[in-house]
């Protein structure tokens, strides 16, 4: 047999058909679980190491003549407190419960400045037990750079924007950040609204960006401009980690400076569209009577706040599940190539766009 295992091989060994092995291996086409399991099994046995597709259930098994690893641990950083209102924190609850079934443990690790200028690791994270890492809220190049070169298993849920510089040797997992963008333009057009700006900070991360290109994209589909004035896309300069004190003086100072209010401003998140919303009212608007505001993430602030914000939903169940399959399927095979993932998200109209 030649050095490199084929799906031919694979089919000869097994006694079955090429199409069924490649069904199995690339999850196409109607199987049985019990052939796709024999077929994986073979093909692990075999050395095979083009998998684009490995389930679960095979992830969480000892394949036979397979090594298991010692490592059990997945390590998650961040730079954040993961408090019950960030879009991560049921993310994070649905990722350790699927994993606790495949008997690994989570650790978290946060990262302080001195970590990051430093280009250190947290004291408490032991590489020698850590089978992965999840980042959540790394957004500093220079760090997410180093992590890459550690030689173990990494996954990104959003990501430093990477646009001008060298690709993250990494899974990333992010949320759908544009197409609900496009359909809330398309409706703020469609009711006449076509005056229409952005708010947030648009190279904090990648998602950020990408709600922005989202903005873009979609006023330039429909023809409209994007006048600077109603992009406020900075903040305050001088300070490393602005506090929202520090970003609502910026955003007043942006916003005294526009000459027409725009009919709606579209948020980065949810707590940038909450800066404003306190902002805009300091200066005498209303909204949504002045302005509309929608923010994204669905945070449980969006739904008790007056008004209550129209925002755009992340499905933190489907993240969960995605963010153990990238990994595990990481950890079982290494030399998959890096992949990008982006789930599911849904509009929600409240009463910030008057329903």
Known sequence: MADRVTIQDIADALGVSRNTVSKAINNTGILADSTRERVLQKAAEMGYKQFSYLSLTNLGKEIPGSQKAAATEISVFTTSFLGNSHFSFPVLDNFQKELSQLGYSITIHRILDEDIAALRLPASFHSEKTAGIMCVEMFDHSYSYMLCELGIPILFVDSPVCALEKPLRADQLYMENQSNIYSFVREMVQRGKKRIGFIGEYLHCQS????????????????????????????????????????????????????????????????????????????????????????????????????????????????????????????????????????????????????
């Open 208 to 355: 950020f960006f990408e709600r922005y290109l989202g903005y873009r994209n979609a006023m330039y589909l429909l023809g409209l401009p994007c006048p600077d004035e109603l992009c406020i896309i900075g903040n305050k300069q001088g300070v490393r980690n602005p506090s929202s004190a520090d970003y609502q003086e910026y955003l007043r100072e942006c916003l005294k400076k526009v000459g027409k209010m725009p009919d709606v401003f579209i948020c980065a998140n949810d707590f940038v569209a909450l800066d404003a919303l306190q902002v805009l009212r300091r200066l005498g608007y209303c909204v949504p009577e002045d302005v509309y505001l929608c923010g994204f993430d669905d945070s449980p602030e969006s739904r008790v706040v007056t008004p209550s914000l129209t925002t755009i939903h992340i499905h933190s169940q489907i993240m969960g599940f995605s963010a153990v399959h990238l990994l595990m399927s990481r950890i079982k095979e290494p030399s998959l190539n890096f992949r990008t993932l982006h789930t599911e998200t849904s509009l929600i109209y409240r009463e910030s766009t008057k329903g």
